[in-house]
């Protein structure tokens, strides 16, 4: 039994450090060189076209034991995926806001717009509500009016929108089969079933906003992992799976469908499609680049054996990342892997070129650990840094979770690192700014390390501060003053003696970086108790950060205990009531720091009778806000609300 356990953890190393033709460590290199150490593979320029069914179906074939096996591995609870979910400087998006005053969507990279559910145009609102586009003339405030509506049938899910200076696109889902894979399972009857979902771009002409005409429709097969828009050129990413596939079987080639060449699907073929050696996905992944102002330029469409979880984009570049597990098998038919082992997870980062309405896949690199979100990756001077958690936070041995920053050269080579950071703990968040890096990692307390990065062969951490609690996401105020969002927390200690930490209320703080060796919370505000919560956890398009204005605001689901209930006194564990949903608002500067100003609800009085312990997902629920000009608009669902940005008194809605 032991030789075959030696022979099983040979092997299993062997793999690891072969996957992806990626090498993290070599043994024999001084620690000074190894980061250098890069595989031939991982930055070769040229990538292979699969070119045939044939050479497809090997592929696969290659990679489909395998990855059966590494399913179960991770099914059975032997890996934990990471939840996948961008970050340069914070800016507002569109260019035309710096003439005009109003708000945009909080996205991560100036000059890259993100898509919502809600944008404006210091004129009108355009908000997406379920199966419905409301365009809403916002000006004069006490005059609002709703201009158009289209609602949408129940084969097309909206996701989020863009708007520019001429148009408006809405991006979503749908699930209608394409008639082109109906002809193919009448002349191939041997195919699987298979209902194709497509990630669509309806692109409007904003010339009458009373009357939206419909432009130009883009549908790619596969459910969208996201999208960016640079100036007039769309970006749309999207993954495209090859299900249930067996060694032999047919394989089902992506479709998409361009109105500016015609109404019908296209297939693409194997010679329009790469892949990377040694590193292949049962699926595929597609990027697809649209310019919105020539409806007579084709869609731009590259396509990939591969997978996304999450994408981040500079102006020049786009970067998909992944996480990876090595592709393990055991040793024998009736072996599995050990009950506290879990295979060693990597981040794989594809990067492509944008060049108007086209992209070029130019390189991949690799690098240890999985990414949180987005806000992992960022490219500054040509560098990308990138940062990444290992093992598991509830081992206690070598295995136990550590934290990484790394940072990759024009070739996607590791040039720098900083390893093993907070052991035990996980990163909640990052933030790069510039030549800093703001981390928060958590187990019990919240680290918050100031990490400098001036010199990318050789990053350091130049301070840290720990305080209860968390933050989810980091937002920045200026160049040495962070803001964080998360919860509070109490420590408490168990009968064994162990401590634990309980999350409480929502909480925001201020941090102060003047000092880098020594950053200070110089303001902190904690809203509600255990169970309050705000969707800008986990999506800062939910923010609205005007420093000019000294105005932030944010949507919040707000739990209290009762003032009376003795039983729930001091008990960390006690979740509060439901007492109220809607928007805070908070003056900011850094003489006072945070001020409450106010909150705003869409909530009646008989919502509020009605509720019990808990709410639900109202379509009164106030889920974005923003400003034009000296008036505060709050959106929910069903209604948008105007306020004067000055005291905050109604001055107007309109129901949806």
């Known amino acids: ?359 070029t896949c130019t390189g991949r690199g690799t690098v240890p650990g999985t990414i949180l979100n987005q806000f992992s990756l960022d490219e500054h001077q040509g560098f990308l840094r990138i940062a990444t958690t290992s093992g598991e936070i509830w081992s206690r041995g070598d295995n136990t979770s550590k934290n990484h920053i790394y940072i990759l050269d024009k070739e996607l080579k590791m040039t720098g690192k900083l390893e093993n950071i907070a052991p035990g703990e996980k990163i909640y968040s990052t933030r790069f700014m510039g030549n800093r890096a703001y981390m928060v990692t958590f187990r019990k307390v919240d680290p918050f390390f100031v990490i400098d990065l001036k010199n990318p062969q050789e990053p350091v951490i130049l301070g840290k501060l720990k305080i209860p609690g968390y933050s989810d996401y980091l937002h920045p105020y200026d160049e040495n003053h962070i803001i964080g969002f998360g919860k509070d927390t109490v420590e408490v200690k168990g009968q064994n003696g162990e401590s634990q930490a309980f999350y409480q209320g929502l909480k925001i703080a201020v941090f102060d970086v003047t000092s880098v060796s020594q950053p200070v919370e110089m303001s902190r505000a904690v809203i509600g108790d255990r169970g309050t919560d705000s969707e800008i956890l986990n999506n800062h398009k939910a923010l609205l950060f005007a420093q000019e204005k000294n105005l932030m605001a944010f949507p919040v689901t707000l739990m209290e205990l009762e003032a009376d209930n003795g039983t729930k006194a001091g008990d960390a564990t006690a979740y509060g009531s439901f007492t109220f949903q809607g928007a805070y608002i908070y003056n900011i500067d850094l003489t006072k720091g945070l001020q409450y100003k106010g909150r705003i609800s869409h909530l009646e009085t008989a919502d509020y009778q009605r509720a019990g312990d808990f709410w639900y997902d109202s379509p009164n629920n106030i889920n974005r806000i923003l400003y034009i000009g000296n008036v505060l608009y709050t959106v929910s669902p069903g209604k948008i609300q105007a306020q004067s940005i000055t005291d905050l008194k109604p001055l107007s809605s309109l129901e949806l």
């Open 1 to 359: 039994m032991n030789k075959r356990w030696t022979l099983f953890s040979l092997l299993l190393l062997v793999m690891i450090l072969g996957i992806c033709g990626a090498v993290y460590a070599i043994n024999n290199i001084p620690s000074a060189k190894k980061s250098e150490v890069e595989s031939p593979l991982q930055n070769k320029p040229d990538i292979p076209v699969v070119g045939s069914m044939e050479k497809l179906q090997e592929l696969l074939a290659q990679s489909a034991a395998l990855q059966d096996n590494l399913d179960g591995a991770l099914y059975n609870g032997t890996a934990e995926k990471s939840i996948a979910g961008v970050s340069a400087q914070s800016v507002r998006s569109p260019a035309a806001q710096d003439q005009a005053d109003y708000s945009g969507t909080n996205v991560q990279v100036q000059g890259v717009d993100e898509a919502d559910i809600v944008k404006n145009d210091g004129q009108y609102i355009y908000t997406l509500n379920q199966q419905q586009l409301s365009v809403v003339k916002a000006v004069p405030a006490d005059k609002m009016q709703l201009t158009a509506r289209i609602n949408y049938d129940n084969n097309f899910s909206p996701r989020d929108l863009y708007i520019d200076a001429g148009h408006l696109i809405v991006i979503g889902d749908t699930r209608t089969p394409e008639p082109l894979y109906q002809e193919k399972r009448k002349a191939a009857p041997a195919l699987p079933y298979y209902n194709p979902q497509t990630c669509k771009a309806i692109i409007y002409d904003l010339k009458d906003k009373s009357q939206l005409s419909k432009i130009r429709e883009i549908e790619i097969e596969g459910y969208c992992l996201s999208s960016r828009k640079i100036g007039s050129s769309l970006y749309l990413v999207a993954n495209r799976n090859i299900n249930y596939y067996r060694p032999g079987d047919p394989v089902i080639l992506p479709t998409y469908r361009d109105s500016a060449v015609g109404p019908e699907f296209q297939s693409l073929s194997c010679d329009k499609i790469n892949y990377f050696p040694n590193c292949i996905y049962r699926s595929f992944v597609i990027v697809a680049a649209v310019n919105t102002d020539n409806l007579a330029q084709k869609v731009d469409i590259k396509t990939y054996l591969g997978n996304g979880d999450n994408i981040y984009a500079s102006p020049s570049n786009l970067y998909i990342a992944v996480n990876s597990y090595p592709q393990v098998q055991p040793l024998l038919e009736d072996s599995a892997f050990p009950e506290d082992s879990a295979p060693e997870a990597a981040t794989e980062i594809y990067r492509f070129a944008l060049q108007g309405a086209s992209t």
